[in-house]
Nanobody, 124 residues
């Protein structure tokens, strides 16, 4: 019903920056919130940041707060994650997710649609 496609991943040195994009298509009118999750090898998928689609209210994981900025362009139905001051521990597969719940969820189960994920690698 909703398709999500991430772009912008890659390799960056510690201290550098990357910007991820997520384009939504399909039945996008049902989307109330979108978020970025990440999963490192051997670890559980965790929230990075989320944004409500209408009001632009944001929420961040403590580990990225002050370094990452989530934003969205409502007309384009595109979400972004500007990642600054990257650290090796930020290395993970990053997933774009969308929810039909009007509340901003912080757990993966709160999101209905998922992108395939893109790899972000931060070298020491």
């Amino acid at each position: 019903q909703v398709q999500l496609v991430e772009s912008g991943g890659g390799l960056v040195q510690a201290g550098g920056s990357l910007k991820l994009s997520c384009a939504a298509s399909g039945h996008t009118v049902s989307v109330f919130a979108m978020g970025w999750f990440r999963q490192a090898p051997g670890k559980e998928r965790e929230i990075v940041a989320a944004v409500s689609w209408s009001g632009g209210i944001t929420d961040y994981a403590n580990s990225v707060n002050g370094r990452f900025i989530i934003s969205r362009e409502k007309a384009k139905y595109t979400m972004y994650l500007q990642m600054n001051s990257l650290r090796p521990e930020d290395t993970a597969v990053y997933y774009c997710a969308a929810s039909t719940d009007p509340l901003i969820a912080t757990l993966p189960d709160g999101y209905h649609y998922w992108g395939k994920g893109i790899l972000v690698t931060v070298s020491p």
